[in-house]
């Protein structure tokens, strides 16, 4: 069954082609579409129990449209968001403007690429949220290169927080869901292939144009399959110790939530 929801994407795009829009899963009307989901209250939470300890600057790599970004600035917190798409920006800044002023003088937003960040401030807490580790992992030189980068914007007491997903539950193949979104209709399926080590996301999304007819668009993820031996040994070799790592559960998925803290050396100066 899962080879003919693979052919159905496949159809439509080899069919439509000359109708149809590739975009990026993280621009419009994608990105109006995942702006619907809210973060979930257990999710927060976490962040926010750890922020408590850590301190009050707080550094979002690849915040998006803010889904974690503005109920950090809503408990208090000061929060540097970086991101490189244009469309989830600018979700973010609309929702900035709607905050109260004294959640607003806690945002602020940079657009740039996550691997070429090096901010001369330091952070009290660095999050990676939403498994996007797993979408950055596909280049583990990059990924490790984030990692002195991100040990290098911290304070010496600072942690660095990112999730994955637990895989070991899931079966192979999602079945197709849909939701209905404003004016968009979005398809979406997930195709898990555990001997390649990805899961695919395939989308199709149609959306009402002014003029009445139907815009249909497609865009695909690809996220590696992480697991846990992997990350931890990966970590190894970082500038990182594992302090934590929290089982939790978010939208139907069970993740693992890394909290992490600089290694020091024998002479006890962080590296």
Same mark, same amino acid.
């Given at each position: 069954?899962?080879?003919? =929801?693979?052919? #159905?994407?496949?159809?439509?795009?080899?069919? #439509?082609?000359?109708?149809?829009?590739?975009?990026?899963?993280?621009?419009?009307?994608?990105?109006?579409?995942?702006?619907? =989901?809210?973060?979930?209250?257990?999710?927060?939470?976490? =962040?926010?129990?750890? %922020?408590?300890?850590?301190?009050?600057?707080?550094?979002?790599?690849?915040?998006?449209?803010?889904?974690?970004? &503005?109920?950090?600035?809503?408990?208090?917190?000061?929060?540097?968001?970086?991101?490189?798409?244009?469309?989830?920006?600018?979700?973010?800044?609309?929702?900035?403007?709607?905050?109260? #002023?004294?959640?607003?003088?806690?945002?602020?937003?940079?657009?740039?690429?996550?691997?070429?960040?090096?901010?001369?401030?330091? #952070?009290?807490?660095?999050?990676?949220? %939403?498994?996007?580790?797993?979408?950055?992992?596909?280049?583990?030189?990059?990924?490790?290169?984030?990692?002195?980068?991100?040990?290098?914007?911290? @304070?010496?007491?600072?942690?660095?927080?990112?999730?994955?997903?637990?895989?070991?539950?899931?079966?192979?193949?999602?079945?197709?869901?849909?939701?209905?979104?404003?004016?968009?209709?979005?398809?979406?399926?997930?195709?898990?292939?555990?001997?390649?080590?990805?899961?695919?996301?395939?989308? &199709?999304? &149609?959306?009402? %144009?002014?003029?009445?007819?139907?815009?249909?668009?497609?865009?695909?993820?690809?996220?590696?399959?992480?697991?846990?031996?992997?990350?931890?040994?990966?970590?190894?070799?970082?500038?990182?110790?594992? +302090?934590?790592?929290?089982?939790?559960?978010?939208?139907?998925?069970?993740?693992?939530?890394?909290?992490?803290? @600089?290694? +020091?050396?024998?002479?006890?100066?962080?590296?």
């Amino acid at each position: 069954m899962s080879d003919n =929801y693979l052919k #159905f994407f496949e159809d439509i795009k080899s069919g #439509f082609k000359d109708n149809i829009q590739i975009k990026s899963l993280y621009d419009k009307p994608f990105s109006d579409i995942y702006n619907s =989901y809210e973060a979930d209250f257990e999710e927060v939470a976490l =962040y926010l129990n750890e %922020a408590v300890e850590c301190g009050q600057d707080i550094l979002e790599l690849c915040c998006g449209n803010g889904r974690i970004t &503005l109920p950090l600035a809503r408990n208090n917190f000061n929060v540097t968001g970086v991101d490189c798409s244009d469309d989830m920006l600018t979700l973010l800044k609309e929702k900035k403007e709607r905050m109260p #002023f004294n959640v607003r003088k806690r945002i602020n937003i940079l657009k740039q690429d996550v691997f070429s960040l090096k901010l001369e401030k330091k #952070f009290d807490m660095i999050i990676l949220p %939403a498994t996007t580790i797993c979408i950055l992992f596909d280049d583990p030189e990059k990924t490790m290169q984030l990692f002195r980068n991100v040990a290098f914007m911290l @304070k010496d007491h600072g942690k660095f927080l990112f999730d994955i997903r637990n895989y070991n539950n899931v079966e192979n193949n999602i079945i197709p869901t849909h939701l209905v979104c404003g004016d968009n209709i979005c398809l979406s399926y997930e195709n898990i292939d555990k001997k390649v080590g990805q899961a695919t996301g395939m989308f &199709l999304t &149609l959306t009402k %144009a002014p003029n009445g007819l139907m815009q249909m668009s497609v865009a695909e993820s690809y996220k590696k399959i992480i697991p846990k031996e992997t990350i931890e040994k990966f970590i190894s070799v970082s500038p990182f110790l594992i +302090e934590k790592k929290v089982e939790y559960s978010y939208n139907n998925d069970d993740l693992f939530l890394y909290v992490l803290r @600089k290694e +020091e050396d024998n002479h006890g100066e962080y590296c």
